[in-house]
């Protein structure tokens, strides 16, 4: 497994983890649109001023009009759509089924991944889905975990941020991480302030306080950092492994809730922390092994 790919995606997952702790004082206060929205555009002129810095501009001007679309999609998929559904989603279910509904990403990237990628399931994968789900399942503490209506709206938000992913990983074999992810925060931006304009939403960018765009700005930050180290983590290692990591990030939300907010962790989330951290380590040392195997056949053959 490439090393460079698999410490750029550890990184997302870290930063994952403490945005997502970040965020729930950030969002207080602020419309949920209106604050994705505004960090969306914050993030796509950091990363524009990022291309700029390192004189990358000439590779956005050689795009095909094929990789435009590519962007446009990834904008469409990853950076628009899913977020309007999951918020809305998270106003009509529990937090904890939410976030269990979206941790199961990884299932959907793995069936997407073998059919449009060609990326092969081993055994290891298998193992550690069922260890990484069960994991969740108990640090999650869901005992009575009922279907409805929000939980299907983050449950297409998950799906679409799965088929994102998919589009993002061709993308990235012909086109810069920085590109690819500044294609997915512009395009997802123009999209939201469309759908900003048409809810009569954008006009509430005018009640934003000091401390509001403080907020917005610093989880802005993470989410620069997020973007960033995800696609340049996901050019080098396979769809699937890279979100199964990022499952990482639910034990560094956990772990900050229990030192700074007043919560008590419980023996089977102890349990479910141990299952997660088996589960990516299978993951990742069974693809590292038959990688391994895999180029030993090869060098053999080639003799």
């Not at 993002?168 to 086109?175: D, E, H, I, R």
């Amino acid at each position: 497994m490439n090393k460079k790919g698999l410490l750029f995606v550890l990184g997302t997952a870290i930063i994952s983890g403490v945005s997502i702790f970040i965020n729930k004082f950030g969002v207080k206060g602020i419309d949920a649109y209106v604050f994705t929205g505004a960090k969306n555009v914050i993030v796509a002129l950091f990363l524009f001023s990022i291309i700029l810095l390192v004189k990358d501009f000439k590779k956005l001007r050689a795009m095909s009009k094929k990789d435009i679309g590519k962007l446009f999609l990834i904008g469409l998929f990853g950076g628009s759509i899913p977020f309007l559904l999951f918020f809305k989603g998270l106003q009509l279910t529990s937090a904890a089924q939410g976030a269990f509904i979206h941790k199961t990403m990884f299932l959907w990237v793995g069936i997407l991944a073998l059919i449009f990628l060609k990326e092969k399931l081993n055994k290891g994968i298998i193992i550690g889905a069922i260890l990484l789900l069960a994991g969740n399942f108990l640090l999650l503490k869901l005992n009575n975990f009922v279907f409805a209506t929000g939980d299907l709206l983050i449950l297409a938000a998950t799906l679409f941020w799965g088929i994102e992913t998919i589009i993002s990983k061709q993308a990235l074999k012909t086109l810069d991480s920085k590109i690819v992810a500044f294609g997915r925060m512009f395009f997802g931006s123009l999209i939201i302030i469309t759908f900003l304009t048409i809810t009569n939403k954008l006009s509430l960018i005018n009640t934003l306080t000091s401390t509001h765009l403080v907020w917005i700005l610093l989880t802005s930050i993470f989410l620069l950092g997020y973007v960033f180290t995800w696609y340049s983590g996901l050019k080098h290692i396979k769809a699937s492994v890279a979100t199964s990591i990022l499952l990482l990030g639910s034990v560094i939300t956990t772990l900050l809730n229990l030192t700074f907010a007043d919560i008590v962790i419980v023996p089977s989330q102890i349990i479910g922390i141990i299952l997660l951290v088996l589960g990516i380590s299978c993951i990742v040392w069974f693809t590292t092994i038959l990688k391994k195997i895999q180029s030993t056949f090869s060098i053999a053959k080639a003799q």
